[in-house]
């Protein structure tokens, strides 16, 4: 599964840079601010933003003087990264992590996944990994779909596998991978199994005053 | 507010009991289920069922061997409880626990507020009161309608007063007390300020697979 996720960006990679790039997802505008705000107003200094993709993220905290390292699997996506600012990047796999190969630049007072974890084994052993690249009062930051997704689009609220990944995104993607749609239920187990616990939880929603994703504040 | 609440279930006690007797709440059958096997098989003995109303979960933990015992405001419900069994019930307001009133029997292993937390203010200070009559790995267990109730009802997704607590529950209710609705980030920061972490979290579902219930297993 790790593999196909990895063989889907390498094919979309170019496609990601051109949608990003152009503001092209609308829930973005809300999302964005929201890890922004929750993040670069916190006490944390140095950060970790693992599947940093093109590196918006590591850029726009690296503004608000943080000092950012961004991890990426995608050599494609970090050569632009490199391009288009001065942030530190370096390229690992989640498989990298959870094998535990060294994490560079540790310890991090924070670590964030922005939309980035789509699947379904190996989550908690992720998650225990990086939180080894913790300084003492690190906390690990996640922002997802928010699980109401399951039944905005009419399906069963359990943990399933959605098909396509691009699937509603703007732009010409192809060979997307699955990713794994968890209930709340699934997330907490998750968490416990990697032995963080839930410190915070916002709900960030859309004009409509509906949810679009959920962000978890995450430590020991 | 509570005074509001009180009232209102004074003057519905019998009619509640009526609708309980008959099973005539087509959601019960699964939020029953869920959070009798939740307690019942948690190796918590000494439980206090807090807002037991005319007492069958109070009756039905006793039934699996625990020891219980049920608090409510409303003398006609524990009147009522104490004909139906051998429980032990004590008649106390969530303001009384406020405002420092000794809880009976205490400590406790678990406690348990199963479809009875209505208000917007107090909460936290009732939680943290709660949590002094806990023993030292005790546990505080709540079961409410599922966050999702406000997409579900076409209201906007932010927490909200809602009008009639009786409006779609089959029985002849009048003068209904309003109460308030809490997204999951609601919740969460009213846990956080009652000094709870959440350490397990069950999302009920139905038949049709519509989240209708949340359970949220708490402690320090």
Redesign the interface.
């Known amino acids: 599964m790790e593999n196909d996720i990895i063989k889907s960006w390498n094919k979309n990679a170019l496609e990601w840079i051109k949608v990003i790039d152009n503001a092209d997802i609308e829930s973005r505008k809300f999302t964005n601010k929201a890890i922004l705000d929750l993040i670069g107003n916190s006490p944390a200094i140095k950060i970790l933003d693992v599947g940093c993709g093109e590196g918006w993220l590591t850029r726009s905290l690296g503004a608000m003087g943080k000092f950012v390292v961004g991890l990426d699997a995608i050599p494609e996506l970090l050569e632009n990264a490199k391009i288009k600012g001065d942030g530190t990047y370096y390229q690992m796999s989640y498989e990298d992590i959870i094998l535990g190969k060294p994490i560079p630049e540790s310890p991090f007072d924070a670590a964030v996944f922005n939309f980035c974890l789509y699947q379904r084994e190996g989550l908690s052993q992720l998650l225990k990994q990086v939180k080894k690249s913790l300084s003492e009062n690190g906390y690990i930051a996640i922002q997802t779909l928010h699980p109401?997704f399951l039944?905005q689009n009419n399906l069963?609220?359990?943990s399933q596998w959605i098909n396509d990944s691009w699937k509603g995104l703007p732009g010409n993607f192809s060979d997307g991978h699955s990713w794994y749609a968890r209930?709340?239920?699934s997330w907490?187990s998750a968490f416990?199994k990697a032995g963080l616990?839930?410190?915070?939880?916002?709900?960030v929603?859309n004009d409509d005053?509906?949810?679009i994703s959920?962000i978890f504040i995450l430590s020991e």
């Open positions: 109401y039944l069963e609220y359990k209930t709340f239920g907490m416990k616990q839930l410190h915070q939880l916002q709900e929603t005053h509906k949810p959920i």
